[in-house]
Structures are given as structure tokens and as C-alpha cells.
């Protein structure tokens, strides 16, 4: 039985990487959305193309892309058992000097389209489930039908100057928990991705990986991809990136004071990742 994936953000960084790493599942089928059309189709080509690769090339943001989305899994599948939602970005500015419009744009991509995109496509993830038989998502530890949410640590700590992505990535957050409850008992499963800095396109990292002491903050996109596996058919409620990345949460809740002074000044002020 073929393995349907829709995986958003998927011309480089994190969504290339779990492009690659669903692929190599047992008869997948995986359908890559992104804005960057070359990109796409030099994967798909990579993946070995039709069937088991497709492309759509779009913006997540433009009026009538869910449906287009929907459209063309219906068209090329008609069913669908994973949906990744990783496409985003992060633009850096403090509020005093970018103001709403900087919030405004981060909310767009960062929260609005991954949940506009959900409301297009779940009806169809319903529909899967239940031809599979599911009366619960995660049974047994696994998920044949999921939904994964990229977020970030900045979900959870927020820094000066990412105070808009973290908005938006709070937001995703804390939606993607009632999801997770109320979709259950239509056997689909919903996990989360709270990767920390990770090495890609649109950010190099450079100024973390110089330094022997902030080396061990950054990952790569391989092992995000390991764990949107994780959190999608693995069933796994949410998964941090590096794992040790709980830490800084739990902090926050903990001593938010001590967290505070440690996010105001060095590298972790200034870094920010702008490959989700």
C-alpha cells in the first residue's frame, strides 16, 4: 500500500531533508509544495520522479493555495497519510523599530498558512483514517495517518529581535496541542518539530559554529527529518531538536528571570533560524 506525504517548505533545508528521508520509506509517494519551482523539480528527479515524487510549485500565502493543494492530491492520490507543515521563515527586527507589519508577515506564513492549509487537507486525512480502519491515532505507538507541525525552541523562549517569529511559533504551538486532542478520535495523529538552530540556506550558522562553546547549539536538517519521522508516523506528541533543547523550556517555566538575562545578550540575541 503506497504511502502518500505532502511535505511543505521543500527546496531546501528542513523540508529537502525530510523530503529525502520519507522517500526512502517502504512505497512512498511524496508530494513536495515550495515557491521555488527548479528547486522542486530537481528533487523530484533526485526521488526518481512520477509516481513516486510530484511538485507544486506556490505560495502558501496567496488566496486559494490550500485548495490547490488539495486539488492536486486528490488528482495524483485521493488519499493522504502524512502532511508535514515546515514551510516558514523568520525575518529579524525589534518591535519598536519593525513594528506590526513585521508581526503581521510572520503570522502569515508562520501560523496562518500551516493552519489554513490543515483546514483544506483534513477532511481527506479524515477520510484516509478511516479507510484504514483507525478508531484512535498513535495506537500502539504508531501513526499511519499524521499530521506534523515544524515549530521551533522559539516556541517555547523568545529572544530580542525574533519576538515576531516567536509569536507566530507560540501560536502554532499552542494550537497544534488542541489539535493533537481533538483529532485523535478521528485517527489522525498531530506531533510537533521544536528544532533548535539548525544549519541550512538561510542560515549558515557561521557565527555559532566558530565558536567551540555554541558548536554543540546547531544541528542539520538530517536529523529535524529524523524527527518529523518521529513525531508523524512514530506518533510521538512533540519532539525537540537537538533533544537536551527541553532544558531551555522547562527553564522558562521554571526560573523565566534566569532565562531572560541568559537570551538578552551573546550569540543567542543575534542568531536566529531562518531555515524552517
Same mark, same amino acid.
Given at each position: #500500500?503506497?504511502?502518500?506525504?505532502?511535505?511543505?517548505?521543500?527546496?531546501?533545508?528542513?523540508?529537502?531533508? !525530510?523530503? $529525502?528521508?520519507?522517500?526512502?520509506?517502504?512505497?512512498?509517494?511524496?508530494?513536495?509544495?515550495?515557491?521555488?519551482?527548479?528547486?522542486?523539480?530537481?528533487?523530484?528527479?533526485?526521488?526518481?520522479? !512520477?509516481?513516486?515524487?510530484?511538485?507544486?510549485?506556490?505560495?502558501?500565502?496567496?488566496?486559494?493555495?490550500?485548495?490547490?493543494?488539495?486539488?492536486?492530491?486528490?488528482?495524483?492520490?485521493?488519499?493522504? %497519510? #502524512?502532511? /508535514?507543515?515546515?514551510?516558514?521563515?523568520?525575518?529579524?527586527?525589534?518591535?519598536?523599530?519593525?513594528?506590526?507589519?513585521? &508581526?503581521?508577515?510572520?503570522?502569515?506564513?508562520?501560523?496562518?498558512?500551516?493552519?489554513?492549509?490543515?483546514?483544506?487537507?483534513?477532511?481527506?486525512? $479524515?477520510?484516509?483514517?478511516?479507510?484504514? *480502519?483507525?478508531?484512535?491515532? =498513535?495506537?500502539?505507538?504508531?501513526?499511519?495517518?499524521?499530521?506534523?507541525?515544524? +515549530?521551533?525552541?522559539?516556541?517555547?523562549?523568545?529572544?530580542?529581535? !525574533?519576538?515576531?517569529?516567536?509569536?507566530?511559533? @507560540?501560536?502554532?504551538?499552542?494550537?497544534?496541542?488542541?489539535? %493533537?486532542?481533538?483529532?485523535?478520535? %478521528? *485517527?489522525?495523529?498531530?506531533?510537533? /518539530?521544536?528544532?533548535? @538552530? &539548525?544549519?541550512?540556506?538561510? @542560515?549558515?550558522?557561521?557565527?555559532?559554529?566558530?565558536?567551540?562553546?555554541?558548536?554543540?547549539?546547531?544541528?542539520?536538517?538530517?536529523?529535524? +527529518?529524523?524527527?518529523?519521522?518521529? +513525531?508523524?508516523?512514530?506518533?510521538?506528541?512533540?519532539?525537540?531538536?537537538?533533544?537536551?533543547?527541553?532544558? =531551555?523550556?522547562?527553564?522558562?517555566?521554571?526560573?523565566?528571570?534566569?532565562?531572560?538575562?541568559?537570551?538578552?545578550? *551573546?550569540?543567542?540575541?543575534? !542568531?536566529?533560524?531562518?531555515?524552517?
Amino acid at each position: #500500500m503506497a504511502f502518500i506525504a505532502l511535505i511543505t517548505g521543500a527546496s531546501s533545508g528542513i523540508g529537502e531533508a !525530510a523530503a $529525502r528521508r520519507v522517500a526512502r520509506e517502504p512505497d512512498a509517494r511524496v508530494v513536495l509544495v515550495a515557491r521555488r519551482q527548479e528547486r522542486l523539480d530537481a528533487l523530484v528527479g533526485e526521488l526518481g520522479g !512520477a509516481p513516486r515524487a510530484s511538485a507544486l510549485a506556490l505560495d502558501l500565502t496567496e488566496e486559494g493555495a490550500p485548495e490547490r493543494v488539495l486539488e492536486a492530491v486528490q488528482r495524483e492520490h485521493g488519499e493522504l %497519510h #502524512m502532511l /508535514v507543515n515546515n514551510a516558514g521563515a523568520s525575518w529579524r527586527g525589534r518591535f519598536g523599530d519593525v513594528g506590526w507589519a513585521n &508581526v503581521e508577515r510572520h503570522m502569515k506564513l508562520d501560523f496562518e498558512a500551516p493552519v489554513r492549509l490543515i483546514e483544506a487537507l483534513l477532511p481527506l486525512l $479524515r477520510e484516509t483514517a478511516a479507510g484504514l *480502519g483507525l478508531p484512535a491515532a =498513535g495506537a500502539g505507538g504508531r501513526a499511519p495517518v499524521s499530521i506534523v507541525n515544524v +515549530a521551533s525552541t522559539a516556541s517555547r523562549v523568545s529572544r530580542p529581535g !525574533a519576538g515576531s517569529y516567536s509569536a507566530a511559533k @507560540f501560536a502554532l504551538a499552542g494550537w497544534t496541542d488542541a489539535l %493533537h486532542a481533538e483529532e485523535r478520535e %478521528h *485517527g489522525v495523529h498531530v506531533g510537533m /518539530v521544536l528544532p533548535g @538552530f &539548525v544549519k541550512t540556506e538561510g @542560515f549558515p550558522a557561521e557565527e555559532l559554529v566558530s565558536r567551540a562553546s555554541t558548536r554543540w547549539l546547531v544541528t542539520t536538517p538530517e536529523v529535524v +527529518a529524523e524527527a518529523i519521522m518521529e +513525531a508523524g508516523p512514530g506518533g510521538r506528541a512533540e519532539r525537540y531538536t537537538p533533544r537536551y533543547y527541553w532544558i =531551555g523550556a522547562a527553564a522558562r517555566t521554571l526560573a523565566p528571570r534566569l532565562v531572560r538575562r541568559a537570551t538578552a545578550g *551573546g550569540a543567542l540575541s543575534t !542568531a536566529t533560524n531562518a531555515g524552517d
